[in-house]
């Protein structure tokens, strides 16, 4: 057994590090574009001349800086930046923070993916076609549904695309007009609300019962002929499987709706529950959660969308298809919602997660699934151990499934210490901040905790241990723990409202510059 | 020296509780409550708050009442507080509350923590309305105003956060006028008495994946486009009293009694600050477009009727009919009962228990929560 | 065969899997999933392909099957429209390879200081290229930009209609349509047939009290250089309505910053900015406004902020205007927000950083004066007439091939044997150019890749 280390001397990098104008001086340069042939120069004339008004008399204000010192710069940001290849990244429940490997980087990097162009001839692409089409198939197993696409480019961009296919189906019926309602829940991800609203739908909110279950009555005095989805996450956020949710797609479904499911946490389900058998129509996976391939500091990322062989006439243009010899793309789909994103979404992503799902298999995935559910009971019965934490629904008999929302209410009672002091403790052990939850909070004081498969033993008992300290430190010396961070790349922010302030917030060098003379 | 705290301790509030009288006003019963040998339960809890704080010292200006208002809990906390006014030792009134708050507010006080129960709410907005921000630390009996913190941890937690330069805007939060045993006893008498503005609790972490919040106004006047939307021609619309029907009316240039019942057709004023009797009368005279309720949820303890708008009777919501009401609220105020019901007592059981089941309330334009409501 | 262990699942080691159970207190993962009714659960194994375990087996597979493709490096390419093959500058690719930035999310600025630092650069040099005081955190593509600024435009000042150039990108197009409904409609200006520049006069008679926003690229989808700046954004404004101009921002060390003529919101993409074209991947999009509140609390995205920290001399970051005030009407018609194109950002800001001012320009200058070659070349070849519009051109142009009797398509499947990409074809999106294709040239192509585009042209068309 490895010795479980808790890092109580970490130090983050602080390298002080200027902002870049503050590096640039005058006439210095990082890199030079290839110079233009004399032949070609002399054979165009001033072409620049040609623009009149439209040329740019003042070059832009950027900065003025050496290679090494550009490179050394970013490299510098980099560190003060916790990644999860190289923290302890329990802490971002809901995400799923697993390892992106990097044999999957190199594949991203070959010049016969990276250099192609998306609107290159189908037959000099077949690779990638292939590529495309072999995920598909794939992600239909997995979920039961039977055609996706992979044009959205992250979860609530599928969420999106799933009103955006809602509003195509209910106007091809007749009833556009009419059905302008959808139906969430409150410990769903917010973006299955704020995105059917982007749609033009109006959102009707269902809260839980008294399990932390979405409250089935609820859902029955909510349903009328204007619903046209619901759109849920199973588990939600909480990690409390929904045992009735068939019953809910049932409902929805008699009222004449649709029923759209949020797959964010679907970690925990592969090869074990899958959307078909509690009769969705549609359902989505955060390719970058599930299938590993990274969250890049917030995208790109993908969200593969799937739906049932009746709405697929919806699905965004172009889709991918085989004719038996050759892949082609089909642009000739006259009832699509039409486009989402430009092209056909991120191929590097489409391409990591194949790789990824290659090197898995059935046996693998099922593995993932376990390995998740199996982590997050033995880390969740430790921490319920910790001073101070609870969880939100605890006792309720359920066991949860890939993750848990807890909550610092009780620590907060005793010591005055919240989770927002715990989590910029907890960075002083290098572990990144942990999700805490969506506002407003209904479980106070919370934290979710997802420790996917990609976690050891030893890094649960790491995060365990951790938390033990800082729970132990709040008790004993609460005034040490609100002043945290002490191991960060920088230390807190001491005056907020300024970041409100009209006069004050500055959102890029120059607005700062100028606010700063004033 | 940073900020100037001020602090006032109702010194017979919540007397008696503990020795299971049911209110603490009027000096009889302060007696009475005394010679049970209660505790000041005031000076108790406000201690709970100023021990938090005392740590801070050097970082405020406390500046209190003399005596047992402010001065000997502050002093029994490692305060030094400046102590400004004079009362009659063991012998103070509302009035002495009042002019407390009057005297601090003038002093430059960035934030007024008060001890007591809704009486001391009373005296505190009487003073001082919503001109400077305050919260109370909860020593009442019974307190259905929304101008307390939930615990005294959480009070000295807010001010902490007002030291530290973390609160980013304030609400104004319900003072309730209620007397429980007369709405048991089914007299009208549980009004809804004021606003105080009290630090936001909302908002205070960012939260990177769901993007910013929506403020307290904007929510209001979000809330207020999406009824205004809804009226349609000829019927008649009763708006309850509150700060969430105010930004309806608002949102139709009409003014508004802030504690009372107004009545709008055509996006026109019929009636202002109506009693039920003129209520039935202009519900007697409707025709078939017939009239909505437009209602919020009021005080901390999440009542939809039977707290703060006894106009709506249960002859007047009869008459409007069960299914002929809006309820609104900002998505924070419902976050605030934490998973509680929404209460009604009407003062009719029978009613009562028609309104239950769930009501869909409307948290934005577009957007509606369905909650519990029971009775 | 044993039960593999899997790399990248540690506790797929069967002791390490036991001491989960164990600290559980259960005997199998079955009392976890129990908790779902059998009705739910899937039965059987999935039927997936067999796993090739080995990082080695997997990489060979992956390689052969992209192998098939045909790549721009090997090949001479001189498609654009929305996607460019510009150098990526090795500094470039070494920040985007690492884990730090590559595998962090959504963490505070105490543990991500230099992410958010990073992006805020980014915004920095944006707002520098634009001549805007606000660049908001990267959105999926320009398209996704370009909505959004409409969608803002729409909340700020209440009109529903947009006006847009109708040489419009019609990718682009299909999803900002589709961002749009069902609330805001889009009408379309015409363009002169000449020039391509838009019809003021039509213009003029599209706008009104309605409109919310205009909207034109610069440069145009069709390559050419709308001149007219000022004179669309007085008629914009002269009606109330605001400016979307989306520009490739590759441009702008030559071009005009939209701001300084009127535009009030700017978007477009970054993908020339340090991204590989990735089969259309490498798209983020960007967004850039004016510094006052009634812009700010429109955005859906996130700001970042500089502000201070207990440590004197410090700088932090935070998220601008976090709780919205009433300035904010995002409660209707809002826009989701969430996982977009973070890192792109970032990467853009190394780029703008390794250019400079006056690398900017350079490249600007030799793309125009590659592009200007390469229509007096192709110009010359019998039956190809080029270009198209009768305005300046930045890096993409139209090239018109009815003299030659041969179709684009043709044309291209001919070209693929001499080793070039021929330009995108415009046939099937606007019929009125005939067979026409836009042809894309950057700096990455030298004079002998445009004659050997000439030589090759000249061949399938003879």
Same mark, same amino acid.
């Given at each position: ?21 503050? !590096? ?32 740019? +008399? ?28 190289? =923290? ?50 794939? $992600? ?9 696409? $992979? ?21 091809? #019926? ?118 590993? =391939? ?152 919370? !934290? ?15 995060? *365990? ?54 | ?51 938090? $704080? ?38 103070? =009134? ?11 507010? &003038? ?52 001010? !902490?956060?007002?030291?530290?330069? +973390? ?172 998973? #509680? ?10 009613? &009562? ?23 | ?97 690492? &884990? ?182 490498? @798209? ?10 009634? *812009? ?82 192709? &110009? ?45 074809? @415009?046939? +099937? ?34």
């Amino acid at each position: 057994m490895a010795t479980v280390k808790v890092r109580r001397n970490f130090q983050q990098a602080r390298w002080d590090e200027p902002i870049i104008y503050d !590096m640039s001086v005058p006439g210095v340069r990082g890199i030079l574009p290839p110079p233009v042939e004399r032949a070609v120069v002399d054979r165009v004339g001033d072409v620049v001349g040609e623009l009149g008004s439209m040329l740019r +008399r003042e070059l832009p204000n950027l900065p003025e800086v050496s290679q090494k010192h550009v490179l050394m710069h970013w490299i510098h940001l980099s560190q003060e930046t916790m990644g999860a290849n190289l =923290t302890n990244d329990i802490s971002e429940g809901t995400c799923t923070m697993k390892y992106n490997p990097r044999v999957n980087e190199d594949l991203v990097g070959e010049p016969d993916f990276a250099d192609l162009h998306p609107h290159q001839d189908d037959d000099t692409v077949q690779g990638i076609l292939q590529i495309y089409h072999a995920f598909e198939q794939m $992600l239909k197993e997995v979920s039961g549904m039977d055609r996706f696409t $992979l044009q959205p480019s992250g979860g609530n961009h599928a969420v999106f695309t799933a009103a955006s296919i809602a509003r195509a189906y209910h106007a091809a #019926r007749g009833e556009g007009d009419q059905r302008d309602e959808t139906i969430t829940t409150i410990f769903s991800h917010p973006c299955d609300a704020a995105a059917p609203a982007t749609a033009g739908y109006k959102i009707i909110t269902l809260p839980p019962d008294e399990n932390g279950i979405p409250d089935l009555d609820a859902l029955r005095a909510a349903v009328s002929n204007r619903t046209a989805a619901i759109f849920m996450t199973n588990p939600e956020d909480v990690g409390i499987f929904n045992p009735r949710v068939d019953e809910f797609v049932r409902i929805v479904h008699e009222a004449g709706g649709l029923a759209f499911y949020d797959q964010a946490n679907a970690n925990a389900f592969l090869g074990v529950a899958r959307a078909k058998e509690s009769g969705f129509d549609m359902c989505h996976f955060n390719v970058h959660k599930t299938f590993s =391939t990274p969250h890049a500091s917030g995208g790109p990322a993908t969200g593969a969308f799937g739906c049932i062989e009746a709405l697929a006439k919806y699905l965004p243009t172009p889709t991918v298809e085989f004719d038996g010899t050759r892949y082609f793309l089909d642009h000739d789909r006259p009832e699509t919602i039409g486009k989402v994103k430009d092209f056909y979404g991120n191929a590097n992503n489409v391409l990591r997660a194949y790789a990824w799902t290659m090197m898995l298999g059935a046996d693998g995935l099922r593995e993932v699934a376990d390995i998740s559910v199996l982590n997050n009971n033995y880390l969740e019965k430790k921490l319920l151990t910790v001073p101070g934490l609870t969880s939100a629904y605890q006792g309720n008999g359920i066991r949860r499934q890939e993750q848990v929302r807890y909550s610092w209410q009780t620590l907060k009672d005793d010591t005055g210490i919240g989770t927002d002091e715990v989590n910029r403790r907890l960075i002083d052990f290098g572990i990144a901040s942990y999700w805490t939850s969506h506002h407003p909070w209904i479980i106070p004081e919370p !934290m979710t905790l997802e420790p996917c498969e990609t976690y050891s033993v030893e890094d649960l008992d790491e995060y *365990y241990e951790a938390l033990s300290q800082v729970s132990e430190e709040s008790y004993r010396d609460p005034d040490f723990v609100k002043e945290a961070p002490y191991a960060s790349s920088s230390h807190r922010r001491n005056d907020e409202a300024a970041l409100d302030d009209p006069k004050r917030w500055a959102m890029t060098w120059r607005a700062y510059k100028r606010k700063q003379e004033v | 020296m940073g900020l100037r705290f001020g602090l006032i301790v109702n010194p017979v509030a919540g007397l008696g509780g503990r020795v299971g009288l049911k209110g603490s006003d009027g000096e009889a019963l302060q007696e009475r409550a005394r010679q049970l040998g209660a505790q000041p339960e005031a000076h108790v809890r406000a201690g709970q708050v100023l021990r938090e $704080l005392a740590p801070h010292a050097a970082r405020f200006e406390l500046l209190t009442y003399p005596s047992e208002m402010g001065e000997r809990p502050a002093r029994d906390a490692g305060l030094i507080p400046t102590v400004i006014g004079a009362i009659r030792d063991g012998h103070t =009134t509302g009035r002495d509350t009042q002019r407390a708050a009057a005297e601090l507010r &003038d002093s430059g006080v960035d934030l007024l923590l008060f001890a007591g129960g809704d009486g001391t709410a009373r005296d505190v907005c009487d003073a001082v309305g919503t001109t400077v921000p305050c919260l109370g630390i909860p020593a009442g009996v019974k307190i259905h105003s929304a101008v307390y913190a939930i615990s005294t941890r959480r009070c000295a937690e807010a001010a !902490m956060r007002v030291l530290d330069g +973390r609160v980013r805007s304030y609400r104004e939060a319900e003072v309730m006028d209620i007397d429980e045993d007369a709405v048991r006893a089914g007299r009208v008498s549980a009004a809804l008495y004021g606003y105080l503005k009290v630090p936001n609790e909302s908002g205070l972490v960012q939260s990177l994946k769901s993007g910013g919040q929506t403020g307290e106004e904007a929510a209001l006047a979000s809330i207020a486009r999406a009824v205004v939307e809804q009226m349609t021609d000829d019927r008649l619309y009763i708006v309850g009293p509150g700060t969430t029907p105010r930004a309806v009316m608002t949102a139709l240039g009409l003014p508004k009694t802030l504690l009372g019942v107004d009545v709008v057709r055509n996006r026109e004023l019929v009636a202002s600050d109506v009693s039920e009797r003129q209520l039935l009368d202009l519900l007697g005279r409707e025709g078939a477009p017939g009239a909505q309720i437009v209602v919020t949820v009021i005080g901390g303890q999440g009542y939809v009727f039977g707290r703060g708008n006894q106009q709506l009777s249960p002859a007047v919501i009869r008459a409007v009919g069960t299914d002929h009401i809006t309820v609104i609220a900002a998505r924070t105020k419902l976050a605030a009962l934490e998973g #509680r019901p929404l209460l009604v007592d009407t003062g009719d059981q029978q009613l &009562d228990r028609e309104l239950a089941g769930y009501a869909r309330v409307i948290i934005a334009k577009g957007e509606s929560m369905m909650v519990k409501l029971a009775p | 065969m044993a039960k593999p262990v899997y790399p990248y699942i540690p506790n797929s080691e069967p002791a390490q899997k036991q001491r989960l159970l164990d600290g559980i207190g259960i005997d199998s993962v079955e009392d976890i999933y129990a908790e779902i009714p059998d009705h739910l659960r899937f039965k059987g194994r999935m039927n997936l392909p067999e796993p090739l375990l080995s990082e080695y087996a997997m990489k060979r597979h992956v390689l052969q099957i992209l192998a098939k493709n045909r790549n721009c490096r090997d090949n001479l390419n001189f498609l654009g429209g929305g996607t460019w093959q510009h150098h990526v500058p090795s500094v470039c690719d070494t920040i985007i390879g690492r &884990d730090e930035f590559l595998s962090a999310y959504v963490g505070d600025a105490y543990s991500d200081h230099g992410k958010f630092q990073a992006l805020f650069e980014y915004a920095s040099m944006m707002g520098e290229l634009v001549g805007m005081d606000v660049v908001a955190t990267p959105t999926y593509d320009w398209a996704n930009a370009a909505a959004f600024c409409a969608r803002m435009a729409s909340r700020k000042n209440g009109r529903a209609e947009v006006v847009m150039a109708s040489t419009t990108s019609p990718s682009r197009l299909m999803v900002i349509e589709n961002y749009l409904k069902p609330r805001i409609s889009l009408v379309q200006v015409a363009h002169d047939p000449e020039t391509g520049a838009l019809d003021l006069e039509d213009l003029r008679s599209k706008v009104s009290d309605a409109t919310a926003a205009v909207y034109f690229e610069n440069p145009s989808f069709l390559g050419f250089i709308e001149m007219q700046g000022a004179a669309i954004a007085e008629i914009a404004h002269a009606a109330g309505a605001e400016l979307i101009v989306g520009v490739d921002p590759s441009s702008l060390g030559v071009l005009s910053a939209p701001a300084s003529y009127g535009a009030d919101y700017v978007c477009g993409d970054v993908q020339p900015f340090g991204i590989h074209m990735q089969w259309g991947a490498g @798209l983020s999009g960007f967004m850039a406004t004016r510094d006052e509140p009634d *812009y700010v609390a429109e955005y859906p995205n996130l700001l970042f902020g500089i502000t201070t920290t207990t440590k004197e001399g410090e700088y932090g970051f935070g998220e601008v205007f976090y709780e919205r005030t009433s300035y904010a009407t995002r409660e209707e018609g809002k826009d989701f927000v969430g996982t977009t194109t973070a890192l792109y950002g970032i990467i853009a800001g190394v780029y703008l950083a390794l250019m400079g001012p006056q690398g900017m320009r350079e490249l600007g200058e030799g793309i125009m004066q590659r592009a200007a070659y390469a229509i007096d070349v192709l &110009d010359d070849i019998p039956g190809v007439q080029t270009p198209r519009f009768k305005s300046p051109v930045f890096k993409e142009f139209v090239v018109n091939f009815d003299g030659t009797n041969r179709s684009v398509r043709d044309i291209n499947k001919a070209l693929l044997d001499h080793g070039v990409f021929g330009g995108h074809d @415009l046939s +099937r999106d606007f019929p009125e150019l005939g067979q026409s294709a836009l042809y894309c040239v950057t700096e990455v192509h030298t004079q002998a890749d445009i004659d050997a585009l000439a030589t090759a042209l000249r061949a399938v068309t003879a």
